[in-house]
């Protein structure tokens, strides 16, 4: 019966949509709301960066999640999502590292589990169920 549930395949999809589905929604949010890619240029320009880089954050939930939702070059959209939560982890929530929420959960385990998850995607790429099986 339970080899019923040996799925790799399946397994994989299921972290691709979740990942790539969820950090897109962030992504839509920034290019409905362009006042958030001008914030996020002046936290880089705070840290002596020039405020266009601001727009990779398109490619990191966009471009990647879209990538890894269809299956395409999975491993390296993982890795540009992983990037992109890395930037924001450093430009944003340095503070929060040793933090909990009210209810005991830690304070970033929305950005690590968008981190660790991407990540997960660069180790394992996408599977048989995909454009491009690797």
């Keep these: ?61 966009v471009l990647a999640p879209m990538m890894a939702i269809v299956g395409w070059q999975t491993r390296i959209a993982g890795l540009l999502m992983a990037g992109n939560m890395l930037v924001a982890f450093l430009l944003v929530h340095t503070g929060e590292v040793f933090m909990l929420t009210d209810n005991g959960g830690w304070q970033l385990e929305l950005q690590g589990m968008f981190f660790f998850t991407a990540l997960a995607l660069v180790f394992f790429g996408s599977g048989r169920l995909a454009v491009r099986p690797d």
């Design 1 to 61: 019966m339970l080899n019923a549930l040996h799925n790799d395949a399946l397994g994989k999809l299921i972290v691709r949509l979740a990942v790539g589905g969820l950090i897109l929604f962030h992504g839509v949010a920034k290019l409905l709301n362009p006042g958030n890619i001008d914030w996020i240029g002046g936290l880089l320009e705070g840290y002596g960066l020039p405020a266009e880089l601001a727009y990779g954050v398109l490619i990191g939930e």
